[in-house]
């Protein structure tokens, strides 16, 4: 998608701190960071989000790739959080599927 910020960071037109990279996602640092560790996992297509993706093998390597950042980013034994916004009420700004990876603080709960 030409207007994706995500797809930019994709195709390498928009920089960004990389973390992990394979043929199929993509992880990198959020450029607002509202902890320590706080990093995105994105699919390299794209896909509007969650309610759009159906790959059910990308979604478990994903997930694969957001506890080896964990492990690689030292929060696996503190703890941390995984969170993807969806659509209007989600307050999903950027409407490329991304997994939100935050940790190395205490994290809010209510
Ligand atoms: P969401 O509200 O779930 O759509 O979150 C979008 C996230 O993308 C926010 O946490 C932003 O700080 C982050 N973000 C937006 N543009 C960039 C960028 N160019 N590089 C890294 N992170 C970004
Ligand atoms: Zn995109």
Do not use: W
């Not at 994709?10 to 920089?15: H, L, Q, Y």
């Not at 450029?31 to 989000?49: C, F, M």
């Not at 492990?71 to 999903?92: A, P």
């Amino acid at each position: 998608m030409d207007d994706c910020v995500f797809c930019k960071i994709v195709k390498g037109e928009i920089p960004s701190e990389k973390v992990y990279e394979d043929s199929e996602i993509l992880a990198f640092k959020d450029i607002n960071p509202i902890a320590p560790v706080h990093i995105l996992v994105i699919p390299k297509t794209h896909i509007k989000s969650l309610v759009e993706f159906n790959d059910d093998e990308l979604l478990a390597k994903m997930f694969k790739v957001i506890k080896q950042i964990a492990k690689d980013q030292n929060i696996e034994e503190s703890g941390y959080r995984v969170v993807t916004n969806i659509g209007e009420n989600g307050g999903q700004a950027v409407k490329h599927l991304h997994f939100h990876v935050i940790g190395g603080r205490k994290l809010e709960t209510r």
